[in-house]
Nanobody
Framework: EVKLVESGGGSVQAGGSLRLSCAASGPPYFYNNKCVGWFRQAPGKEREGVAAIYTGGGATMYADSVKGRFTISHDSSKNTVFLQMSGLKAEDSGTYYC???????????????????WGQGTQVTVSS
């Protein structure tokens, strides 16, 4: 069974930084050549894509709202995808989820419908 577990959330002041982690487990080589995305959802709002990465080559995509502030990366030796967040704003608050698209020839996108496997989420609160 494929499982994604997020960690690293917390409460920070505006302008601060956090690094989120998404650890993947499952069948052998599941992590390889996959698209993994980070999404967030604030109370009363729709879930929105934040960033995505292709683990087979490193191609990335970012939502316009986080470009220049967030960086997505991965460590294949740990089957883990990271989201480094800096210059945090109050509007960045929400529950952050990681998700995986197992499709062959996937492209990293910030469209939620593209992804099939989802973690339980980690909470990020930014105080202004």
């Amino acid at each position: 069974e494929v499982k994604l577990v997020e960690s690293g959330g917390g409460s920070v002041q505006a302008g601060g930084s956090l690094r989120l982690s998404c650890a993947a487990s499952g069948p052998p080589y599941f992590y390889n050549n996959k698209c993994v995305g980070w999404f967030r959802q604030a109370p009363g709002k729709e879930r929105e894509g934040v960033a995505a990465i292709y683990t087979g080559g490193g191609a990335t995509m970012y939502a316009d709202s986080v470009k220049g502030r967030f960086t997505i990366s991965h460590d294949s030796s740990k089957n883990t995808v990271f989201l480094q967040m800096s210059g945090l704003k109050a509007e960045d608050s929400g529950t952050y989820y990681c998700a995986a698209d197992p499709s062959a020839f996937c492209l990293p996108t910030v469209t939620p419908a593209t992804y099939q496997y989802w973690g339980q989420g980690t909470q990020v609160t930014v105080s202004s």
